[in-house]
């Protein structure tokens, strides 16, 4: 039998701010155990937590690029419920008025738009973190109080492709506002898969099996594949999908961990230490006007605005530091096709060779401009132009001042060609003999290559060819 797949995913990501959402400990990432901790963070007694504006900012950006609605104030809610990496043996968290609802975000799945909805977007504190050992557990306060924004999916994906690329492009949402690093490594971006399997047709969803935790998508594809092929076994043989959590493990199969029976009672309430915040709108009028170009915009403009194939669009827009490094170099009035030619080649390929972020490298996008007008202008031919840039990489010197030292711009003038490619004529006359007596084309090519020499690579390649063409037909016509 034919099963529907239906697939919710809830997301989260820790936010990059300098303290904790409500204490004042650094947020950053430590190896060393229980370094960045506050009295909020380990549910002392008498402890007030303190709202982290930039935290708010940061997540209301966010609802706002998934086009969610913003609520008309900041209100906090209480979750209660007793586990060792929560000290204070509850949460604070949003669910009376979370950051955003009702919003969506659009994915290119193998070459199709797919809508993916979000049901909401919330904030709120991170946990501590627990490291089993043998016969007992210890606790890392770390994490514990970190900003954490929650964004939980309406089920209404249908494939592990169709998850997993919109996890990708969720994270580029992140990186291109940024709002966090999203780095799945130092756990700053995490997620729980539910997913269910109906038969064909039906218009009743199957039982939720829930994944959780996962941090790499290569995990979150193989569960979701695992479990599509485990569930559908299952109803083949005429069984039922019990109601359960489940975890992936190294072998790329799913393990029960607990039957999940009833919801649990978290017991919310409105978080009493925290009144709320009205949002005026002249503040989150602001902040959607600081709303920057994502992904998906600047990959369609690049083929409205300036008609780039779409490999060349996929490329540019693949990442910010990318993107924001081509759009600069265009800034400064730069031709756009030899824009998108250095980029997509020189640029990215020295970036891959040296290992290096390309907001690292030595050539600027200021630098790269210049070259690229000395191609446009005719100074510089293409390649050489290309050479130039790994010249001046090795010397650590802008690549202007190389052409300036050197004197290496370009050949153009038509009398200075002819006398250096008649000179050449001279210097080669069985070369000459060749063409003209045996028609042997391929001496055009041995030419070009002499100008090339002699003139350092500076004479114009177009131009020597037509000036060689021209001098062997004539030497033709005199023997």
């Given amino acids: ?72 104030e900041v209100m906090f809610d209480r979750k209660n419920y007793f586990y060792p990496d929560l000290p204070k043996g509850y949460q604070i968290t949003q669910v009376t008025k979370p950051m955003g609802r009702n919003g969506y975000l659009d994915v290119l799945v193998n070459g199709k738009l797919k809508r993916v909805y979000i049901h909401q977007l919330h904030l709120e504190e991170d946990t501590a973190s627990l490291e089993h050992r043998n016969t007992y557990s210890l606790i890392d306060y770390n994490r514990s109080g970190i900003p954490l924004m929650e964004i939980v999916t309406e089920p209404c994906m249908e494939s592990a492709d169709e ?105 919310y309430f409105v978080e009493p230490n925290i009144p709320p915040v009205p949002l005026s709108d002249e503040y989150l009028k602001s902040l959607k006007d600081s709303l920057p170009e994502l992904k998906l915009e600047r990959y369609n403009k690049y083929i409205e605005k300036y008609g780039l194939s779409e490999y060349d669009a996929s490329v540019l827009s693949a990442n910010k530091e990318t993107s924001d490094y081509f759009e600069e170099v265009l800034s400064y009035g730069s031709d756009v096709e030899l824009s998108v030619n250095f980029v997509t080649t020189s640029i990215l390929s020295t970036v891959k060779k040296l290992e290096v972020d390309i907001k690292d490298l030595f050539i600027t996008p200021k630098m790269l401009s210049g070259v690229i007008d000395l191609v446009h202008k005719g100074d510089m031919s293409l390649d050489h132009g290309k050479k130039l840039l790994y010249k001046a990489i090795e010397e650590e010197t802008d690549p202007v001042e190389i052409v300036k030292r050197e004197n290496l711009h370009q050949i153009n003038d038509e009398g200075e060609l002819l006398t250096l490619i008649s000179g ?49 037909e004539k030497r033709k016509n005199n023997a």
């Fill in 424 to 472: 050449l004529m001279d210097e080669n006359p069985e070369q000459v003999r060749q063409y003209v007596e045996d028609d042997n084309k391929a001496i055009i090519n041995f030419f070009i290559g002499q100008t090339m020499k002699k003139s350092n690579r500076q004479a114009n390649p177009n131009k020597s060819l037509e000036i060689i063409k021209q001098e062997l």
């Fill in 1 to 72: 039998m034919k099963y529907k797949v239906v697939i919710g995913l809830e997301v989260h990501c820790e936010l990059e701010t300098k303290s904790k959402n409500f204490s004042p400990a650094l947020n950053t990432f430590s190896n060393i155990p229980n370094e960045n901790v506050a009295t909020v963070d380990l549910g002392l007694p008498g402890i007030l937590p303190v709202v982290n504006e930039e935290a708010v900012r940061r997540a209301l950006l966010t609802a706002m690029a998934l086009n969610c609605t913003n609520p008309d």
């Fill in 163 to 267: 998850a997993v690329r919109f996890l990708e492009e969720l994270r580029d949402v992140f990186i291109f506002l940024g709002v966090s690093e999203a780095r799945s490594n130092k756990g700053q971006m995490r997620c729980d898969v539910n997913i269910s399997l109906m038969e064909e047709g039906s218009d009743k969803l199957g039982t939720k099996v829930e994944m959780k935790n996962i941090n790499a998508f290569n995990s979150v594809r193989e569960a979701i594949e695992y479990e599509i092929k485990r569930q559908s076994e299952l109803l083949d043989k005429g069984e039922k999908i019990v109601q359960e959590t489940r975890r992936i493990a190294e072998d790329g199969k799913t393990y029960a961990m607990r039957e999940k029976v009833d919801a649990v009672d978290y017991k």
